[in-house]
């Protein structure tokens, strides 16, 4: 099922529509502003592994958690130096995923050797949502492993809809990754180029 919101402003009867959704262990596929995402409470594990079986996933590698603002992120991270900080403002919120120690707030089924994948998209919808859920969502995208990228809510529907509670139609996702920075260790490494520009 496709529910559609308006691009700049979501209505705020459907985001508290999907919220409780997602209290409910639903799943979602919802755009960001780099690709079209499978979502669920990060909290709700039950959730998180439905979405590992409709993506194929080997359930050892963790997905990336999304954030509304810099003040949430921060509630997963442990303490943040003033340089780490400085770079995170430069490319927050965009099309990045930033690798960080993981605080005692991240399950450990979203922590791959103690480290956690954090976004913050430049997305109306995904800021908007997870502000008022007061809690952080699972992000990966929506394509299977081989296939190819679905960037509308129709081709998501149609492909994947069977498997999930509803897919969100809410403006056009630009169909590349998220750059992908490990900032974990003492100098920022570039893991994968994608739509954020590295070095900044």
């Known amino acids: 099922m496709i529910l559609t919101l308006h691009p700049e402003t979501p209505q705020v009867r459907h985001l508290e529509r999907i919220a409780e959704l ?39 590698k963790p997905m990336s958690i999304l954030c509304s603002d810099l003040e ?29 120690p993981a605080s005692r707030e991240v399950p450990r089924y979203l922590q791959n050797k103690h480290v ?29 492993p081989d296939q190819a990228v679905l960037n509308t809510a129709w081709e998501i529907e149609e492909e994947q ?4 509670d509803l897919v969100v139609d809410c403006g056009q996702s630009l169909g590349v990754h998220s ?11 570039l893991v994968r180029e994608g739509a954020g520009p590295w070095p900044l």
């Open 72 to 100: 949430m992120f921060c509630r997963y991270t442990r303490h943040l130096d003033t340089p780490t900080f400085r770079i995170l403002k430069q490319m927050l919120p965009g099309p990045y995923t930033v690798l960080l």
């Open 116 to 144: 956690v994948g954090l976004r913050i998209p430049a997305h109306p919808f995904c800021q908007a949502l997870v502000a008022l859920l007061g809690e952080p969502i699972v992000t990966t995208s929506v394509a299977l």
């Open 22 to 60: 997602l209290h409910r262990d639903g799943v979602i596929a919802y755009p960001t502003d780099t690709l079209f995402g499978l979502g669920s409470l990060a909290s709700r594990k039950k959730a998180v592994d439905r979405i590992q079986q409709i993506k194929g996933r080997d359930p050892k």
């Open 179 to 189: 750059t992908i920075v490990d900032l974990s260790g003492e100098e920022p490494i």
């Open 161 to 164: 809809g069977h498997a999930l």
